[in-house]
Structures are given as structure tokens and as C-alpha cells.
């Protein structure tokens, strides 16, 4: 199984997990902190904007995540890091998605 690389942009640093990793137990691994609330995808608290190679990078979002977004109104390239699960190749979080 080939790892996941995800960086994060603003810490500086990057980790490689296993596929179906979250953004956020990622974050945590690699000690880059990111703000949460209910860490179940429905507050919005840690909503982040992502770049992705290739486009499927990540797993598609979950209803209650989809919701939660549109709810938000947050733009196209955006997740919420407890929802969000890494399938492949290199996930880049620039940031957060409210900034």
C-alpha cells in the first residue's frame, strides 16, 4: 500500500499516512495544529483549503461534510480536516478555508 504525502504549508512540514488517514490525524502527526470543534464534520470549526495531485487525492466528502461546506459557503477547494480522508498521492493544506 503506497503512502499518502500531505504537507502543510503555513508549519512547514509534511507527513506520509497510510490511505483513509484524516487531514486532521495527519495535522497531528505531523504536531501542526489546526482548530476543531466537534471533530464529526458538522461545525465547520476546521475547515481548510486543500490542493490535491492528482484530483482524486482525497476521498470524495460524506453527506454530513458536503452539508456542512455548502452551509458555509465556503469556495471549491475546501474540506473539513476531521472529515477529509487521503486516497492517494500528495495533499497540500494551505490553509485555513475562512482566512
Known sequence: MDLVEVRFRAAGKTVFVQPGTTLLAAAEMATVEIMTGC???MCGTDAVRVTLDPADALEPPEDHEAGTLD???????????????????VVEVLGDALV
Do not use: I, N
Open 39 to 41: 471533530t464529526r464534520g
Open 71 to 89: 452551509r458555509m459557503g465556503v469556495p471549491e477547494g475546501c474540506r473539513l480536516a476531521c472529515s477529509a480522508r487521503v486516497r492517494r498521492g
